[in-house]
């Protein structure tokens, strides 16, 4: 199987030497979106911003590969305060409102450019 590199400039360019996405057969791979403004690189707000900037973020990639937030099957959310997990899961299930994706939700030390939530996700595309 071909591996196929996602790009799109409607979403946060890589911080470091990886794809915002990677595509292999129906199943595509999307990195850690952060709460980061695609056109200025910068985090701000608090974490329910954050968390609809990630969302948003995740979706402009999806898109740039003509998927939705209904394609996506895992996901995985990483929290800097779990006693933010109310917040974001009432955000993130506004994006997720039916037939929602698996989940984890884990609290981490720290997140780049001290974000407050960073989401991953895996995506497939109908079988053809």
Not at 23 to 42: A, H
Not at 76 to 103: C, M, Q, W
């Amino acid at each position: 199987m071909e591996k196929i590199i996602i790009s799109t400039e409607n979403a946060p360019k890589a911080i470091g030497p990886y794809s915002q996405a990677v595509r292999i057969g129906n199943l595509v791979f999307l990195s850690g979106q952060l709460g980061m403004d695609p056109k200025t690189g910068e985090i701000q707000g608090d974490v329910a911003i954050q968390t609809r900037q990630a969302l948003d973020n995740i979706g402009a990639v999806l898109s740039a590969m003509g998927l939705t937030f209904d394609h996506v099957v895992k996901t995985t959310v990483f929290v800097k305060d779990l006693d933010d997990f109310a917040t974001v899961n009432e955000i993130y299930g506004s994006v997720f409102s039916h037939d929602a994706p698996a989940r984890s939700c884990v609290e981490v030390s720290r997140l780049p450019k001290r974000g407050l939530v960073e989401i991953e996700c895996i995506a497939a595309y109908p079988a053809q």
